[in-house]
């Protein structure tokens, strides 16, 4: 690889536990920790966003307070509402789909909004639009239905950040524009392989993107080595790998 690139395809892999990224914006700064699988949680200025909190509030202990949530699917790695009813307080707020909100407990619908695919939203200044993620190979289609779910894309300072939740390389990812950064999920049978994964990415070229959620069944863990080889050396994207499976 040459030395330029080390600068451009910058590629560590430490432990989720110690990781924040930080990411330049037209307006300060954004915060990235990776929690574990598909959970993460971004902050910018003086707001805490939590995307798919699961595993229990002790995970979120070191973490800001939760501002705004967002779930993406109905399934246990993404909604838990005990680990929502714990990390929210009185100042949360949640976004979900409607397939979320209608498993939530009265006390969690009190406080969230549903947005359904193709739409969007503001919270406190920032703008949230919902992305449909969903399976297209004939044998995984039971696992993820369009408009069930939703990735979503985030704008903090001028900078849109993609969460694509479980989904394929689906036409609305590959038409995404603008993204600066994107965390993109990989695993079998569930949602795609690695080679769909860098396939789709190499189509809506985010700035950075980190794969997640990328343990799949019996805990097989995809290969991110061949993610970053797919993606190449000669591209202008940056690859983030970082540990998200700590236990």
């Known amino acids: 690889m040459h030395k330029w690139m080390l600068s451009l395809l910058w590629v560590l892999l430490i432990p989720a536990a110690l990781a924040e990224d930080r990411i330049a914006t037209d307006d300060s700064e954004v915060s990235v920790y990776p929690i574990r699988h598909g959970t993460l949680v971004l902050g910018w200025k003086k707001t805490t966003i939590y995307i ?10 070191e973490m800001a ?58 919270q406190g200044g920032i703008t949230v639009e919902a992305i449909p993620m969903y399976n297209l190979t004939k044998e995984r289609l039971r696992f993820h239905t369009k408009g069930r779910g939703n990735g979503y894309v985030v704008t903090l300072g001028g900078k849109r950040f993609y969460i694509s939740g479980d989904t394929e390389d689906v036409p609305e990812m590959r038409s995404l524009k603008d993204i600066e950064v994107a965390f993109v999920c990989m695993n079998l049978p569930y949602t795609m392989d690695v080679k769909q994964a860098a396939r789709g990415v190499l ?25 970053r080889a797919l993606i190449g050396d000669d591209q202008p994207i940056e690859v983030r790998l970082r540990d998200w499976y700590t236990e």
């Open 203 to 227: 189509i809506f070229r985010p700035r950075i993107v980190y794969p997640y959620h990328y343990r799949g069944q019996g805990g097989t863990k995809s290969d991110l080595e061949m993610f």
């Open 52 to 61: 798919d909190p699961v595993g229990g509030a002790d995970l979120f202990k």
């Open 65 to 122: 307070p939760a501002d705004l949530v967002l779930v993406t699917d109905i399934h246990g790695d993404h909604f838990d509402a005990p680990t929502l009813a714990a990390v929210a307080t009185g100042k949360t707020r949640i976004i979900a789909p409607q397939a979320v909100y209608e498993k939530m407990p009265a006390g969690l619908k009190e406080i969230t909004s549903t947005l359904a695919n193709g739409k969007s939203t503001r």
